[in-house]
């Protein structure tokens, strides 16, 4: 009996030592950190290779245009100026939008000194004329050279009063045509420089399409070419080009526009003359259209049916040489081609591809 009472307390002991291991290794477990998370890499993709575009060649109506922007001008226009100088606008007598008749007076400069000097040798020469019929009287009797010189003075007075009355006539600007005045460019009471813009007056009633070309694009239009023009907020009408523009060698290219009837050049040089401009007439003028009016103009230059075409990226060009480069069930091979026609969006080809062949862009 002792000897079962013995072993079975030593089994209790060693289950209790068993215990107090487990407990004890439990215990330290957890005061040891706890292991990072493995982390998760996303998955890399490689690149792709970018596919480059491929165009089949097809076939077109090819147009090359010439294009401008404009407005509406007329063929009669005057600018009108003074030719007196340093006077004052003492009288204007129009204003913008006004219709004139041709010799209606548009404005007066102040020559009130000159009118009252011109008067005084009027009544001056009234003398000078009683005091010539009396050497006219007296002739026989006076030396031929002291004579001569009596005449010389008297006509040099009368040429004098003829100088002056010009000169007054100056300060008057009447129209030298029949329109609308346009532009008035002074005001009452200014002081006015000779042949400085004073006015315009235009002729509304023939109005015509302006604009101005560059040297090549001139080259290739000619009179009566057929033209659209697009005007601003009036929409598309057809016509035809009537006059190309005229070089003014005498001034250097400059205008040289109407003068009012006073002559001289002036300030003139800086106006713009239907000359300057290629000009279109249209067949049918909109309503609500008026003089500066902005406009476009389009001009086929060039047309061809059934044209052979590729897009511009898909030309290739090494010095001299022009290729595309010809995709088919064999792969890319390079072929030379001849250019013709070219416009934003397509390039004709005239030797080297068939319509359905495919090439590549860049």
Same mark, same amino acid.
């Given at each position: ?7 079975? $307390?030593?089994?209790?002991? #060693? ?18 950190? +706890? ?9 890399? *993709? ?5 596919? $480059? ?31 007196? &100088?340093g006077r004052r606008l003492m009288?204007?007598n129009v204003k913008v939008g006004?219709? @004139?008749?041709?010799g209606q007076v548009i404005g007066?400069? &102040? ?75 002074? +005001?009452?009471?200014?002081?006015? $420089? ?8 235009? &002729? ?37 080009? +009537? ?9 250097? !290219? ?5 003068? !009012? ?25 909109? $309503?609500?259209?008026?003089?500066? *009016? ?8 060039? #047309? ?19 290729? @595309? ?14 250019? !013709? ?17 495919? @090439?590549?862009?860049?």
């Amino acid at each position: 009996m002792s000897t079962k009472w013995w072993t079975e $307390k030593l089994a209790r002991k #060693r289950l209790a030592v068993l215990l107090a291991a487990s407990l004890v290794a439990a215990s330290g477990c957890s005061l040891l950190p +706890k292991e990072q998370e493995e982390e998760v890499l996303p998955e890399i *993709t490689p690149p792709q290779i970018s596919q $480059k575009p491929e165009y089949e060649v097809t076939t077109t109506t090819l147009e090359t245009r010439v294009s401008a922007s404009g407005k509406l001008i007329s063929l009669q226009e005057e600018t009108l100026f003074f030719t007196l &100088d340093g006077r004052r606008l003492m009288e204007l007598n129009v204003k913008v939008g006004d219709t @004139v008749k041709a010799g209606q007076v548009i404005g007066r400069l &102040d020559v009130e000194d000159l009118e009252k000097d011109l008067r005084q040798k009027r009544l001056q020469f009234r003398r000078d004329e009683t005091a010539m019929k009396e050497t006219l009287r007296k002739r026989d009797e006076m030396d031929p050279v002291d004579f001569e010189q009596e005449v010389i003075n008297f006509e040099e007075k009368r040429q004098a009063i003829a100088d002056q009355e010009a000169e007054i006539a100056k300060a008057e600007l009447t129209a030298p045509i029949s329109g609308t005045v346009v532009t008035v460019n002074v +005001k009452k009471g200014d002081l006015i $420089k000779a042949y400085d813009p004073v006015a315009v007056i235009s &002729d509304t009633s023939q109005l015509v399409a302006a604009v101005k070309l560059t040297k090549d694009d001139l080259e290739k239009v000619s009179v009566g070419m057929p033209v659209t023009v697009d005007l601003n907020n009036a929409g598309k009408v057809n016509g035809k080009i +009537k006059q190309l523009p005229v070089p003014d060698t005498e001034n250097g !290219g400059n205008g040289n526009g109407g003068n !009012g009837g006073n002559g001289g050049t002036g300030g003139q040089n800086d106006a713009e003359r239907p000359e300057d401009f290629l000009l279109v007439t249209l067949d049918k003028m909109p $309503k609500g259209v008026q003089r500066g *009016t902005p406009l476009s103009i389009s001009i086929v230059v060039n #047309r061809k049916e059934n044209a052979i075409v590729i897009p511009p990226s898909a030309l290739r060009s090494m010095g001299s040489r022009t290729y @595309v480069q010809v995709v088919d069930e064999n792969g890319k091979r390079e072929v030379d081609v001849e250019v !013709g026609q070219q416009t934003a969006t397509e390039v004709e080809i005239i030797k080297g591809l068939t319509p359905g062949q495919k @090439v590549v862009g860049r």
